[in-house]
């Protein structure tokens, strides 16, 4: 089975103050690993993914995200916040050796607060 | 815009009743999986279709079905509704199964009184 953990609930963060969000992850194989963003009353806006290579990955509006095998982490990043970030964050991960489907598991979601 | 649709934006129905969600998309895709989002976790996976046929199921009953035509639309159906089934419901496209990257809709809020 696989699993994915955002222990924190809220993130609060200064506007133009590094961002961090954290996520781990619990898979049988090899995992495929997504970042997601959903604002007020939206679905979810797509922002990054790890599938293979460079473990520091780059994504839209200026996020990347580190994957770390040995801590099996995959925390989202931006180097300076803008109140505009703030929104729901959502990781999720697929276990590639779980058959056909392109099945996603989201962890419970971060909100993240940037105070200007 | 990931130029997926979902309709209706929001929906209110009674226990017991049946409820029939739509989702859309623009470009072509083989593959459309949808999402139970209820109100302050992540979304959780119902089941895949791809090239009209499931395949692939989450922990849902089979009171939950869907459908998948070859116009790029699908179906969410959902008999004798529970209380518990009131959430906000996403569909996601595949558009390049060699990319993984689904992109999701705006979803359907659906309330069950």
């Known amino acids: 089975a696989q699993s994915v953990a955002q222990p924190e609930d809220q993130v609060n963060v200064a506007e133009g103050n590094p961002l961090t969000v954290k996520c781990t992850y619990s898979?049988?194989?090899?995992?495929?690993l997504f970042w997601y963003v959903q604002y007020p009353n939206r679905g979810l806006q797509f922002l990054l993914k790890?599938?293979?290579?460079?473990?520091l990955v780059k994504g839209s509006y200026g996020f990347e995200a580190e994957f770390n095998k040995s801590q099996t982490s995959f925390h989202l990043k931006k180097p300076s916040a803008l109140v505009s970030d703030s929104a729901l964050y959502f990781c999720?991960?697929?276990?590639?050796?779980?058959?056909?489907?392109?099945?996603?598991?989201f962890g419970s979601g971060t909100q993240l607060t940037v105070l200007p | 815009e990931t130029g997926v649709t979902q309709s209706p934006t929001h929906l209110i129905k009674t226990r017991g009743q049946q409820v029939t969600l739509r989702c859309s998309s623009q470009?072509?895709?083989?593959?459309v999986s949808w999402y139970q989002q209820a109100l302050g976790q992540g979304p959780q996976f119902i089941f895949q279709?791809?090239?009209?046929?499931?395949?692939g199921r989450g922990n849902f009953p089979p009171r939950f079905s869907g459908l998948q035509f070859p116009n790029y639309s699908s179906e969410l159906n959902v008999n004798a509704l529970e209380l518990d089934d009131s959430a906000l419901y996403l569909c996601?496209?595949?558009?390049?199964?060699?990319?993984?990257?689904?992109?999701f809709g705006p979803g359907t809020r659906l309330l069950v009184l």
């Open positions: 790890y599938i293979t290579g460079d473990n």
């Open positions: 996601a496209i595949l558009r390049d199964s060699n990319q993984e990257t689904q992109y």
């Open positions: 279709y791809y090239r009209e046929e499931e395949n």
């Open positions: 898979v049988s194989g090899n995992p495929y």
């Open positions: 470009s072509g895709h083989n593959t």
């Open positions: 999720a991960v697929r276990d590639i050796s779980s058959g056909s489907a392109r099945q996603l598991t």
